[in-house]
Antibody, heavy 123, light 110 residues
Framework: QITLKESGPTLVKPTQTLTLTCTFS??????????VGWIRQPPGKALEWLAL???????RYNPSLRTRLSLTKDTSKNQVVLTVTNMDPVDTATYFC???????????????WGQGTTVTVSS | EIVLTQSPGTLSLSPGERATLSCRAS???????LAWYQQKPGQAPRLLIF???SRATGIPDRFSGSGSGTDFTLTISRLEPEDFAVYYC???????????FGQGTKLEIK
């Protein structure tokens, strides 16, 4: 059974850097065809994809946020860490991580999600 | 960059009725990379459909997906009370490599 859980601060100040950790079980990020993605959702708004890291350490970022995002993985700990620099109140959102099956036939669909963690940006 | 436009924004129906949700892409996309998700209040999204028409594990057969090119549809054949939620379409593409989500359709009880 695949599970993921996000953790990190609930409150950050403007201009600070946000560090979120996705801890997962039931799969290995060293398995070919597997990835972990990050998605966020501002209150009452739609989902926005942030970043994806795959088993081969290939990283892809939302072009509109690319300069502020960074992803790392620790395969031994089953963790993926997302860093977002220069946080702003508009970054207030629930942040989700998700298991992604890159290989066919699922082809990049996010088939299991974490429960999400809410981050508020305020001074 | 691809834009996904979902319609209607809100759909009001009664249990037992048929729901048809639309997702239109701003340019032709590969159906292999088109997915649909359901999200209930306070919950994470749940994958319903991948590859435009394949149901994910455990998804009831009243949910079906179809379409190609720029027009995709999620159909719920006979609404159950638990189906009232927000639905998102999603596409993964290259040039640039990125995901795009639609803005969502809220399916509410009439």
């Amino acid at each position: 059974q695949i599970t993921l859980k996000e953790s990190g601060p609930t409150l950050v100040k403007p201009t600070q850097t946000l560090t979120l950790t996705c801890t997962f079980s039931g799969f290995s990020l060293s398995t070919i065809g597997v990835g972990v993605g990050w998605i966020r959702q501002p209150p009452g708004k739609a989902l926005e994809w942030l970043a994806l890291i795959s088993w081969d350490d290939n990283k892809r970022y939302n072009p509109s946020l690319r300069t502020r995002l960074s992803l790392t993985k620790d395969t031994s700990k089953n963790q993926v860490v997302l860093t977002v620099t220069n946080m702003d109140p508009v970054d207030t959102a629930t942040y989700f991580c998700a298991h992604i099956v890159i290989a066919a036939p699922v082809r990049y669909a996010m088939d299991v999600w974490g429960q999400g963690t809410t981050v508020t940006v305020s001074s | 960059e691809i834009v996904l436009t979902q319609s209607p924004g809100t759909l009001s129906l009664s249990p037992g009725e048929r729901a048809t949700l639309s997702c239109r892409a701003s340019q032709t996309v590969s159906s292999s990379y088109l997915a649909w998700y359901q999200q209930k209040p306070g919950q994470a999204p749940r994958l319903l459909i991948f590859g435009a028409s394949s149901r994910a594990t455990g998804i009831p057969d009243r949910f079906s997906g179809s379409g190609s090119g720029t027009d995709f549809t999620l159909t719920i054949s006979r609404l159950e009370p638990e189906d009232f939620a927000v639905y998102y379409c999603q596409h993964y593409g290259n040039s640039p490599d990125m995901y795009t989500f639609g803005q969502g359709t809220k399916l509410e009880i009439k």
